[in-house]
């Protein structure tokens, strides 16, 4: 149905854009020709191509209705206050405490936070600044 649609859509759009280059300007266009031998030289003609390009230009804007319509129709309203059911939770650290290692990406493509660096082992005995 949608296909049909679409075909459709697209034939009108090709016969409007024909109908719209042979339609004769204010200056000319292509409707302009040599004397009485030229190819849009009756005002019966523009008549027909104007009444053509308008019932064109109604079936375009139909079918583009009918194809926004369709592609809205299997679309559910869904709130950005609430979490779709299946996807990943992250969880914010508590105030006052570090957050995890990783960065943002790693966290929410379930990867493991890289291992926290050891801290340096304390020394013995008292250290004293060396003067330089």
Do not use: C, Y
């Amino acid at each position: 149905m949608l296909t049909v649609i679409i075909v459709i859509h697209l034939m009108i759009v090709a016969a409007m854009i024909g109908l719209v280059l042979l339609q004769k300007s204010e200056g000319g266009g292509l409707g302009m020709g040599g004397g009485g031998g030229g190819f849009l030289t009756s005002r019966g003609t523009s008549n027909v191509l104007t009444r053509t390009t308008a019932i064109l230009a109604a079936g375009f804007f139909a079918t583009s209705l009918l194809l926004s319509i369709i592609a809205g129709w299997e679309r559910k309203p869904r709130s950005i206050l609430q979490p779709t059911p299946g996807a990943p939770t992250t969880q914010v650290p508590a105030p006052g405490t570090e957050p995890s290692p990783g960065g943002l990406l790693d966290r929410l493509q379930g990867n493991p936070p890289p291992a926290a660096p050891a801290a340096p082992a304390a020394p013995s005995e008292p250290q004293v600044p060396r003067s330089q």
